[in-house]
């Protein structure tokens, strides 16, 4: 019968990398609303510089090239280490913690953003990851793609395509990312 049909490989990868997703997404939030006002944090978010979104002092500064090859450098080792990872036969376990820490990363991020901004904290949280979400997402997407599937090919040409993709996001991130920080 076919309600009783076996999923496919990919499928069940997919389904544990989107429930590892939203379990990350808990547990961020979880732990965002706890940390949050506890005797440790001191201090208001806008003066933990570095350790959170759209926060950094470097973010807000005007778009240099030195900002861009530093990024560039940055999103395109992270881009390389995933579709290597994607390669390896341990690629759907590790795309799996991989999205528990994304989970849990965005869940913190959006707490805190809602801590601080009150209703505000959502859209601050959207305009700190535009545009350049727009062209990371999708690349990412592909390298879990490549790495939840059977097939273990090297992919040069596609690699190569989102290697440029991720250049144009970190372009983006540079000079036109730092215009939407200011209307926060």
Not at 31 to 37: C, S
Not at 38 to 57: D, K, T
Not at 60 to 81: A, C, D, M, P, V
Request: glycine share 14%; net charge positive; proline share 4%.
């Amino acid at each position: 019968m076919k309600m009783f049909r076996r999923e496919g490989e990919k499928n069940r990868a997919a389904r544990g990398f989107s429930i590892c997703f939203f379990f990350g997404i808990a547990v961020g939030t979880l732990a965002g609303n706890w940390l949050y006002g506890r005797e440790w944090q001191r201090f208001p978010l806008s003066q933990w510089g570095i350790w959170f979104l759209g926060q950094g002092p470097w973010r807000l500064q005007e778009g240099t090239l030195e900002k861009f090859f530093y990024l560039l450098q940055r999103r395109e080792s992270q881009g390389i280490g995933a579709w290597i990872l994607g390669l390896t036969l341990c690629a759907a376990p590790a795309y799996w913690l991989l999205a528990v820490w994304g989970g849990l990363c965005t869940g913190w991020a959006i707490t805190w953003y809602t801590a601080e901004k009150g209703l505000m904290g959502l859209p601050g949280f959207f305009l700190s990851c535009f545009p350049q979400g727009l062209f990371y997402l999708p690349v990412w997407g592909l390298f879990v793609w490549w790495g939840l599937g059977r097939e273990r090919k090297l992919r040069l040409g596609a690699f190569l395509a989102a290697a440029a993709v991720l250049a144009v996001g970190a372009a983006a991130e540079t000079w036109i990312n730092p215009f939407f920080l200011q209307l926060l």
